[in-house]
């Protein structure tokens, strides 16, 4: 596509519900992440795929937080068990490859847990 | 593992007047540094970026940046800024290939400036 697409842009649901938010990569692009950003916080790094290898996963904030991307596209976030804290706009973003020149983000999806 | 400092939260200025965002980094390896900008109620886009080459890097907007390797800094720049300008502003960190590590990009935790007629 054009751009970063990220779907829903909104979402509000229960503590303890789950919750899974998708992002679609620019075209073509290997590297894709994941970041949370909370009111007046700066951005949180959260997951980072890169091809085939493993990914990322040293800034994921707990077990609740798990992150697939399949077939090298589409990425799923998922939140198990949610909690107030969780409550924030999560930014995904892509780059052409390893070697980051640009990041190109998505317009996010803001999770309010109530 | 990299980290990056932006020491100012918030940053008033009057039109027309010059500003100066700091950005600091720490990294044991080469790195590519870059400044993002977040306008209100939009996403984030690329300002500028510094991979290799002249340590004066000119952006989008009449912003410019500065690496310094000594220093380890990454200071964002702008001569006269504009109402427009209102956004917050983020530095970010990758490491520079051919490092056999993660390239993820780390991000400082922003500095809002706040243009004033």
């Known amino acids: 596509g054009a751009g970063v697409s990220q779907s829903p842009s909104n979402k509000v649901t229960e503590k303890g519900k789950d919750v899974e938010l998708r992002c679609d990569p620019i075209s073509g692009h290997t590297a894709l992440y994941w970041y949370r950003q909370s009111l007046g916080q700066g951005l949180e790094f959260l997951i980072y795929f890169q091809g085939n290898s493993a990914p990322d996963k040293s800034g994921l904030p707990s077990d609740r937080f798990s992150a697939e991307r399949t077939g090298g596209s589409v990425s799923t976030l998922t939140i198990q068990r949610t909690q107030q804290e969780d409550s924030a706009v999560y930014l995904c973003?892509?780059?052409?490859?390893?070697?980051?020149?640009?990041?190109?983000f998505g317009q996010g999806t803001r999770l309010t847990v109530v | 593992a990299q980290s990056v400092t932006q020491l100012d939260s918030q940053v008033p200025v009057f039109e027309e007047a010059p500003v100066e965002l700091r950005c600091n980094y720490s990294?044991?390896?080469?790195?590519?540094l870059f400044w993002y900008v977040q306008y209100p109620n939009q996403g984030l886009q690329l300002l500028l970026k510094y991979l290799s080459g002249s340590t004066l890097v000119k952006g989008i907007n009449g912003f410019e940046a500065e690496f310094n390797k000594s220093q380890t800094s990454f200071h964002l720049r702008k001569p006269s800024v504009h109402i427009s300008d209102t956004a917050e502003y983020f530095c970010?960190?990758?490491?520079?290939?051919?490092?056999?590590?993660?390239?993820?990009?780390?991000f400082g935790s922003g500095t809002r400036l706040l243009v004033r007629p």
């Open positions: 990294s044991s390896v080469s790195v590519y």
């Open positions: 970010a960190v990758s490491v520079a290939p051919p490092m056999d590590s993660s390239y993820k990009l780390i």
């Open positions: 973003a892509s780059s052409r490859g390893g070697r980051v020149t640009e990041a190109f």
